[in-house]
Each structure stands twice: as structure tokens, then as C-alpha cells.
């Protein structure tokens, strides 16, 4: 059983596949909400794109943000091995060993632009942010919000979707399964509650997570 969120990245690529980013999306001043050690903003700039990354990591060194990810890792490897390979796609990755050397690639890219560029990295507890107004015109949720919809209640995803809403025009959200790889608790009520809508995703690494939520003001 999982009860906190793991510290496990996807990079530029899975990203551009999970939220069905394009260049016109990509142009804009992106907020990765919840962004861990994924490398999308490292390698985003690095390509010129204008990215900030928020997590509640980031008043970690490096140094101690490797050695916990390093522990959630072999904890993911041993989970797959021992129960979980069934519930996941193996077209995304060739093998186990592969999908391991994906995340540590991501893992230190993330961490050497963390190390070198620490402004882009900034220390976030959502549900509330220090960003202002309209600072960015897209906010990108990966493996946060729906998916842990054991730890995190109604409440938290409102007051985290509020305030994103405040900071960016659009919200997207993949996946929108849970940790059961079942239709998240809270998909129906936030389609109701929103301006939302659904897209299809070419990325399917969890059997059926191959959605997007969209939300926009
Ligand atoms: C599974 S990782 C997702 C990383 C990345 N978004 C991706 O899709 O590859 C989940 C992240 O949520 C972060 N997190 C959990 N609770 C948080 C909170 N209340 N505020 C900010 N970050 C949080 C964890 O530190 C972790 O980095």
C-alpha cells in the first residue's frame, strides 16, 4: 500500500505525450505543479522553453533528494517485480531494468540543473503557492492530484485546482486513475464543478491511464 506520494520523475518527452503539449502550448510560461525530480523543466529549458518547477522538495540538497529518491526507486523496482507488472504497459518501456534506467536518467538530470539553476526550483505546499496572478498561462499536474486520491481528500484537490486557477488560464491532469488503476474518486465531481473536459493521451504506461483532464478558467 502506498500513502504518500513517491519521489519518481518522467522526463521532457512522457511529458509532451502525457499532457498532449504542442509547440503553440509549449511557448508559454509553464507551472510543473508537484514536479519532484522529473526532468521536464531542466530539459525544457535547456530547449528555450520557459518552465518553473514547484515542489515541497525543493528546500532539500541535492544530496538528500538523491538519496530519497534512490529508496522510492527500489521500492517502485520491488513493487513491480513482486505484484504490479500486469497493471502497466511494458510497449513504453522493454523491461523492468529499462524503466529503472529511464528514471535514474531522469532523476540526474533533474538533479544537475537543480544543483546549477536552483530559481527555477521553487519551494511549494499546495495547496497555496507564492506565485502571482496570471503568472503562468499553463500549470501541468503529473502523478499528484486524482491519483492519490486515498491521501489527498475533495478538499485539498479544490484548493489546489483554485488556486492554479489564480496562477494559470489552464490546468492539466494525468493521469485520472487512482493507485487501483480505477476512475479516480474525484473525476466526476471535478468535471462537474469545473469548465472541464477529457483528452486522449498516446501515453499508456499505467493499463488505461491514457487520459488528460483539462481544466480552464
Ligand atoms: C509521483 S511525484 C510526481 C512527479 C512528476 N510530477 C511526474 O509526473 O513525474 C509526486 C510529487 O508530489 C510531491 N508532493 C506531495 N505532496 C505535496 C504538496 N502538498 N505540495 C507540493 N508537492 C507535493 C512529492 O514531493 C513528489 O515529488
Known amino acids: 500500500m502506498i500513502l504518500r506520494p513517491v519521489l519518481l520523475g518522467r522526463n521532457f518527452n512522457e511529458y509532451v505525450r502525457m499532457f498532449n503539449l504542442n509547440e ?3 511557448g508559454n510560461k509553464i507551472l510543473d505543479v508537484a514536479s519532484g525530480v522529473s526532468s521536464f523543466c531542466a530539459e525544457g529549458n ?17 544530496e538528500e533528494i538523491e538519496e530519497r529518491c534512490k529508496k522510492d526507486l527500489d521500492f517502485m523496482e520491488k513493487h513491480l517485480k513482486e505484484k504490479f507488472k500486469d497493471s502497466f504497459n511494458w510497449n ?17 538530470t ?12 521553487i519551494y511549494t505546499i499546495y495547496p497555496k503557492t507564492q506565485f502571482k496572478d496570471d503568472e503562468f498561462y499553463l500549470s501541468v499536474v503529473g502523478h499528484f492530484l486524482l491519483l492519490y486520491d486515498n491521501i489527498f ?3 485539498f484537490h479544490k484548493e ?4 492554479l486557477l489564480r496562477v494559470s488560464e489552464e490546468i492539466r491532469i494525468f493521469p485520472v486513475l487512482n493507485l487501483k488503476g480505477e476512475k479516480s474518486l474525484f473525476l466526476d465531481k471535478i468535471l462537474n464543478d469545473y469548465k472541464a473536459k477529457i483528452e486522449k493521451t498516446d501515453y499508456e504506461f ?3 491511464g491514457n487520459k488528460v483532464l483539462i481544466i480552464r478558467r
Open 24 to 26: 503553440d502550448l509549449l
Open 153 to 155: 481528500d475533495y478538499k
Open 206 to 208: 499505467m493499463k488505461g
Open 160 to 163: 489546489t485546482i483554485d488556486e
Open 46 to 62: 535547456a530547449k528555450g522553453y520557459k518552465i518553473t518547477a514547484s515542489d515541497k522538495i525543493y528546500n532539500l540538497k541535492a
Open 92 to 108: 513504453e518501456f522493454n523491461s523492468i531494468d529499462d524503466w529503472k534506467k529511464t528514471r535514474e536518467r531522469t532523476y540526474k
Open 110 to 121: 533533474f538533479l544537475e540543473d537543480y544543483k546549477i539553476n536552483k530559481g527555477r526550483y
